[in-house]
T-cell receptor, first 110, second 110 residues
């Protein structure tokens, strides 16, 4: 059974800090790795998709990396803002759809 | 940005009743999915649908569940006889490369 683990489960930092969210997965035979944002009671917003042949993707202040050999991905958020407060989900893409981690609940203090 | 639309946003039903959750996929996407998220838990894969048939399904997707595209545009999830434990947020997702999620239907079984 595929497992996706996210560390930390929760994180609270002052506005302006750079931060890293971690994701690990058990199966290196992935199709892709996708990061999502989820606001309370809302749907999932896709942030970044890294194909299995890629090592990183960038969008604005976000940068995601993928290391298939170690089964790890990181999401780097630069110059954090209060609007970044949300739960961030990592999902491993395979033949059976997406396998999600439990997420990191991020709070950015103004 | 293109959107996946789900209706209704919230449905309350009595145990044993049938429910149909509806999704309008992004028009040029060919892969469709249903996921669910029980309150406080991970997002879980239910089923994937491609070329008008189920391509993968999880152990959650038992005989009580079915999916179809009744009119070539909408994508529906039917639960034949709801149970209390079916209470969850149900997300529709579609993809070309990366997955786009709808805002979800919150199903409450009483």
């Amino acid at each position: 059974k595929q497992e996706v683990t996210q560390i930390p489960a929760a994180l609270s930092v002052p506005e302006g800090e750079n931060l890293v969210l971690n994701c690990s997965f058990t199966d290196s035979a992935i199709y892709n790795l996708q990061w999502f944002r989820q606001d309370p009671g809302k749907g999932l917003t896709s942030l970044l998709l890294i194909q299995s042949s890629q090592r990183e993707q960038t969008s604005g202040r976000l940068n995601a990396s993928l290391d298939k050999s170690s089964g790890r991905s990181t999401l780097y958020i630069a110059a954090s803002q209060p609007g970044d407060s949300a739960t961030y989900l990592c999902a491993r893409g395979g033949a059976d759809g997406l396998t999600f981690g439990k997420g990191t609940h991020l709070i950015i203090q103004p | 940005e293109p959107e996946v639309t789900q209706t209704p946003s919230h449905q309350v039903t009595q145990m044993g009743q049938e429910v149909i959750l509806r999704c309008v996929p992004i028009s040029n996407h060919l892969y469709f999915y249903w996921y669910r998220q029980i309150l406080g838990q991970k997002v879980e894969f239910l089923v994937s649908f491609y070329n008008n048939e189920i391509s993968e399904k999880s152990e959650i997707f038992d005989d009580q569940f079915s999916v179809e595209r009744p009119d070539g545009s909408n994508f529906t999830l039917k639960i034949r006889s709801t149970k209390l434990e079916d209470s969850a947020m149900y997300f529709c997702a579609t993809r070309a490369s990366r997955a786009f999620f709808g805002q979800g239907t919150r199903l409450t079984v009483v």
